[in-house]
């Protein structure tokens, strides 16, 4: 099993419709992160969280919100979907870095959505 | 906002050539991580490198790092048709800071 995964792999919707993404970990890590990816942009970082009750803002957040409603749950909404935030959307996770730890990013396999 | 810079933006090779992709980057760093992303798939580690280092190995893989240029390249060594894949470099030193740059798609050719 993956230890990252998100739900759904694929989804389809058309403008103005409530979407959430579902996202659950079993690294044991209390940091979760939301990522978007465009073509030609790499990734951009939407919220994260650094454990049930703190979670913050990243470079785009606007027309998102998350809940992080356990250690090993973090979800993504999009309250009502608008065309350009047609991507693909990655999960998270990681350690705090600091002297034995990188940072490394877990990925989960990422959740495309189209918004028609 | 993009860190790091990944050229070429497509790389396409032989396989068993080698491959190498370079990453620039503007402010000072404590490592640099580069990760691999199958299409349509997840990002995965590959390798950190921290500013102290100038070069790390793994497997197949040769990381170099400049401070003084600020850039890092990646090489893959005897590349295989599986290799084909994009490559980002990271930095920012990880976790919530880390930023991603474009990557730069590789596809090796059977």
């Known amino acids: 099993d993956a230890d990252v995964t998100q739900t759904p792999r694929n989804r389809i919707t058309k403008t103005g419709k409530r979407i959430m993404l579902e996202c659950s970990q079993t690294k044991g890590h209390d940091r979760m992160y939301w990522y978007r990816q465009d073509p030609g942009l790499g990734l951009r970082l939407i919220y994260y969280s650094f454990d049930v009750k703190d979670i913050n803002k990243g470079e785009i957040s606007d027309g998102y919100s998350v809940s992080r409603q356990a250690q090993a749950k973090f979800s993504l909404s999009l309250e009502s979907a608008i065309p350009n935030q047609t991507a693909l959307y990655f999960c998270a996770t990681s350690d705090p870095p600091g002297q034995k730890n990188t940072g490394e990013l877990f990925f989960g396999e990422g959740s495309r959505l189209t918004v028609l | 906002s993009q860190q790091g810079e990944e050229d070429p933006q497509a790389l396409s090779i032989q396989e068993g050539e080698n491959a190498t992709m370079n990453c620039s980057y503007k402010t000072s760093i404590n490592n640099l991580q580069w990760y691999r992303q199958n299409s349509g798939r997840g990002l995965v580690h590959l390798i950190l490198?921290?500013?102290?280092?100038r070069e790390k190995h793994s497997g197949r893989l040769r990381v170099t790092l400049d401070t003084s240029k600020k850039s890092s390249s990646l090489l893959i060594t005897a590349s295989r048709a599986a290799d084909t894949a994009s490559y980002f470099c990271a930095t920012g030193g990880g976790g919530f800071k880390t930023i991603f740059g474009a990557g730069t798609r590789l596809f090796v050719k059977a």
């Open positions: 490198i921290r500013s102290n280092e």
